[in-house]
């Protein structure tokens, strides 16, 4: 089976989506599908990609086009089609919701739609009007012309069902995983507390890009209505311009010093900050997947966080259930996870049991079952 990955929207930096990207591919090329696969991108893609032990696996075309932008659209929407054909590809997966649609009798198109959080909480993600909609557009477009589409929780497959309409059995659901092995040694805790200004005292984690949705803005507020002096809450992930809103609210707080933008971290950071942390806070207002919470979990890291979306199906009983809207329910919790060691030990054994339910070549193989569907359907 010949499938072309459409990856012309990965660049350095891009968090999840090159996550994704990177684990979904090596799992399926170690657990040899007998797939010929041809991967497409742009001049812009992440290094990490190329240099992956399984790259040498895989086919690669550059394509002379940035990530982001217009013209990139352009080419995933539909001008990529000739140079797919072109390779003879028979199942087009494309990996963040825009990509070609189906040419009947030729080619099956399979889209991932990671998530619907900037049409669904229009305010709670740092883009604007135009690129919105621009988003909509493009990602309705491949959707509803997709021969099947892919999403990662049983959540965000409601989700794309009722806000696109499309049929239920078209949609495959592919949760994420968790690597059996880590990315890198943590950094050690000296150096880690050193270089980060961690303090000597208890460390409160919460991953993940500078988002409203991220409700990180609940957690500084949650830190302050604690009041211990003696607690330093980590952010790291991806920064954006909402970065700055966080640092001035954690300054009128009177928390700032004890509020950690990191920004981006190197793998053996994010182990150490891990390994450090008396417990991981995820308390957003909407997720696609959750993967930081997995990853918590598989650490086995006391958790707490929402119930909302899909991060209900990710941690099921192992985590303390938060409202990222009851900044009371927040700090609450902080001061559980602090203060009791029981619920930090149950959390602790709950974690890692929950997060083996979860693993990348699952994902891989639900992945390959979705490419056979849409090549069946195209063959009907």
Same mark, same amino acid.
């Not at 493009?138 to 959540?155: D, E, K, L, N, P």
């Given at each position: 089976?010949?499938?072309? $990955?459409?990856?012309?929207?990965?660049?350095?930096?891009?968090?999840?989506?090159?996550?994704?990207? *990177?684990?979904?591919?090596?799992?399926?090329?170690?657990?040899?599908?007998?797939?010929?696969?041809?991967? &497409?991108?742009?001049?812009?893609?992440?290094?990490?990609?190329?240099?992956?032990? #399984?790259?040498?696996?895989?086919?690669?075309?550059?394509?002379?086009?940035?990530?982001?932008?217009?013209?990139?659209?352009?080419?995933?929407?539909?001008?990529?089609?000739?140079?797919?054909?072109?390779?003879?590809?028979?199942? =087009?997966?494309?990996?963040?919701?825009?990509?070609?649609? !189906?040419?009947?009798? +030729? =080619?099956? *198109?399979?889209?991932?739609?990671?998530?619907?959080? #900037?049409?669904?909480?229009?305010?709670?993600?740092?883009?604007?009007?135009?690129?919105? +909609?621009?988003?909509?557009? #493009?990602? !309705? &477009?491949?959707?509803?012309?997709?021969?099947?589409? /892919?999403?990662?929780?049983?959540?965000?497959?409601?989700?794309?069902?009722?806000?696109?309409?499309?049929?239920?059995?078209? /949609? @495959?659901?592919?949760?994420?995983?968790?690597?059996?092995?880590?990315?890198?040694?943590?950094?050690?805790?000296?150096?880690?507390?050193?270089?980060?200004?961690?303090?000597?005292?208890?460390?409160?984690?919460?991953?993940?890009?500078?988002?409203?949705?991220?409700?990180?803005?609940?957690? /500084?507020?949650?830190?302050?209505?604690?009041?211990?002096?003696?607690?330093?809450?980590?952010?790291?992930?991806?920064?954006? @311009?909402?970065?700055?809103?966080?640092?001035?609210?954690?300054?009128?707080?009177?928390?700032?010093?004890? $509020?950690?933008?990191?920004?981006?971290?190197?793998?053996?950071?994010?182990?150490?900050?891990?390994?450090?942390?008396?417990? $991981?806070?995820?308390?957003?207002?909407?997720?696609?997947?959750?993967?930081?919470?997995?990853?918590?979990?598989?650490?086995? !890291?006391?958790?707490?966080?929402?119930?909302?979306? +899909?991060?209900?199906?990710?941690?099921?009983?192992? +985590?303390?259930?938060?409202?990222?809207?009851?900044?009371?329910?927040?700090?609450?919790?902080?001061? !559980?996870?602090?203060?009791?060691?029981?619920?930090?030990?149950?959390?602790?054994?709950?974690?890692?049991?929950?997060? *083996?339910? &979860?693993? #990348?070549?699952?994902?891989?193989?639900?992945?390959?079952?979705?490419?056979?569907?849409?090549?069946?359907?195209?063959? *009907?």
């Amino acid at each position: 089976m010949r499938i072309g $990955v459409n990856g012309l929207h990965l660049t350095e930096g891009g968090g999840g989506a090159v996550r994704y990207a *990177s684990e979904l591919l090596r799992a399926i090329c170690e657990a040899d599908h007998g797939l010929d696969i041809t991967m &497409f991108i742009s001049r812009d893609a992440p290094a990490e990609l190329r240099d992956a032990v #399984w790259a040498s696996a895989v086919r690669w075309v550059q394509l002379p086009v940035a990530a982001h932008g217009a013209p990139n659209a352009l080419l995933q929407a539909g001008g990529m089609l000739p140079l797919a054909l072109a390779h003879r590809v028979g199942v =087009m997966h494309s990996l963040a919701g825009v990509g070609p649609p !189906r040419v009947p009798g +030729a =080619m099956a *198109s399979v889209v991932t739609l990671l998530d619907l959080i #900037w049409l669904l909480l229009p305010d709670q993600v740092s883009m604007s009007a135009a690129e919105r +909609a621009s988003w909509i557009r #493009w990602t !309705r &477009f491949a959707t509803q012309r997709a021969t099947r589409v /892919i999403a990662i929780s049983h959540a965000g497959a409601a989700d794309i069902a009722r806000s696109y309409g499309i049929a239920p059995e078209r /949609i @495959d659901v592919t949760p994420l995983g968790v690597r059996a092995v880590a990315l890198a040694a943590p950094t050690p805790e000296p150096e880690l507390r050193d270089r980060l200004a961690l303090g000597a005292g208890p460390v409160l984690l919460s991953v993940g890009q500078q988002q409203p949705y991220k409700a990180q803005d609940q957690l /500084i507020r949650a830190l302050a209505q604690l009041g211990r002096r003696d607690v330093v809450l980590a952010l790291p992930g991806p920064p954006t @311009d909402y970065g700055g809103e966080l640092a001035r609210l954690a300054a009128g707080l009177g928390v700032g010093d004890r $509020v950690r933008l990191l920004g981006f971290v190197s793998d053996a950071d994010v182990e150490g900050l891990f390994a450090v942390a008396t417990a $991981v806070l995820q308390p957003s207002r909407m997720e696609g997947f959750g993967l930081p919470a997995l990853e918590a979990m598989q650490r086995g !890291r006391p958790l707490a966080c929402s119930g909302r979306s +899909a991060l209900g199906e990710v941690v099921g009983d192992a +985590a303390l259930l938060v409202d990222p809207d009851d900044v009371g329910s927040i700090a609450a919790a902080m001061g !559980r996870l602090l203060d009791d060691e029981a619920l930090r030990d149950d959390l602790g054994r709950r974690g890692p049991a929950r997060a *083996s339910e &979860f693993t #990348w070549e699952a994902t891989a193989q639900a992945t390959v079952e979705s490419y056979r569907r849409a090549l069946h359907a195209a063959r *009907s």
